[in-house]
């Protein structure tokens, strides 16, 4: 009779469902989150919008040729967040068993949160940096293409950004200096983000005349809703993940054999 016990992993279905469920929930919270801190921004800026091209009775036709009004985009708000968190949920879910070795994390919950940090740093927060998000009165129309584009180039560039500093993380021996492991990682990461910023183009668009306290109330609050939509994926995701116990001991053993400390554990020490 065998001294250890086996754990065997969860299924692919099963790792779907729990992001699918975490990416719901974490798009619900995230959509409470935007429309409580920023909706009364998205007014503003409709406001400042309107009385700058819309004036007597052309107002009225614009607001009667609306598709749908503003109490039908509140209410959207919170089925659109939970439909992209769901997607979320999906593709972090498949990720996380397409690179559930490659994470060497001690346990399925730190992998979840650990792939989950990451996805927020290089698909929110480093795009967010150059192109922060514009309220509806912002923004050239002639320029559209050429910005989403940018954005979903610099989103992809984020996310290899994190993996070149997770390499660089790894390329040094397991037995350096802390210091010297997080040097290569964020030397790795910086790199790829610098050439990002530099190589993709810049779109400056605010009119002089926008209140600059109402810009950024409202960037904060478009990124606050990214951040509590991917922190509460990445807190879900990992509790249900966690559910399932450790990693089994065959990976813990490829881990072992590979000289790579597990990520959340030290380097081994000198003797």
């Known amino acids: 009779m065998p001294l250890t016990t086996t754990h065997n992993p969860p299924t692919f279905a099963t790792v779907l469902l729990r992001g699918l469920l975490a990416g719901l929930v974490a798009g619900l919270l995230a959509g409470a989150f935007g429309y409580l801190v920023g909706e009364p921004r998205i007014e503003a800026a409709i406001a400042i919008e309107e009385a700058a091209t819309h004036t ?3 107002a009225d ?8 009004g503003r109490d039908g985009q509140r209410a959207g708000l919170f089925l659109a967040t939970g439909l992209f968190g769901t997607a979320m949920g ?3 879910a498949t990720a996380y068993v397409l690179l559930r070795r490659r994470l060497r994390a001690t346990d399925d919950g730190r992998s979840a949160l650990l792939l989950a940090g990451g996805t927020l740093l290089g698909a929110v927060l480093v795009p967010f940096l150059k192109y922060p998000a514009n309220p509806p009165a912002v923004g050239d129309p002639d320029t559209i293409d050429q910005r989403t584009v940018a954005y979903l180039a610099l989103v992809v560039l984020g996310l290899v950004a994190v993996w070149a500093g997770t390499l660089g993380y790894r390329s040094v021996r397991a037995d350096a200096p802390v210091w010297q492991r997080f040097g290569a990682g964020i030397g790795g990461f910086l790199l790829v ?14 009119p002089d005349d926008f209140p600059a306290t109402l810009l950024w109330n409202f960037r904060l609050a478009s990124l606050g809703t990214q951040v509590v939509l991917w922190a509460a994926i990445g807190l ?10 450790g990693r089994p001991e065959s990976e ?7 000289g790579e400390p597990a990520i959340g554990q030290g380097t081994p020490a000198h003797r």
Request: hydrophobic letters at 40%; aromatic letters at 6%.
């Open 252 to 258: 813990r053993h490829a881990d072992d054999r590979s």
């Open 90 to 92: 999906g593709l972090l």
């Open 61 to 68: 036709d614009h607001h009667a040729d609306e598709l749908v």
């Open 56 to 58: 007597g009775p052309v």
């Open 236 to 245: 879900l995701f990992s509790a249900l993940m966690s559910r399932g116990g």
């Open 193 to 206: 983000t610098v050439v990002g910023y530099v190589v993709l183009p810049s779109f400056q668009e605010v």
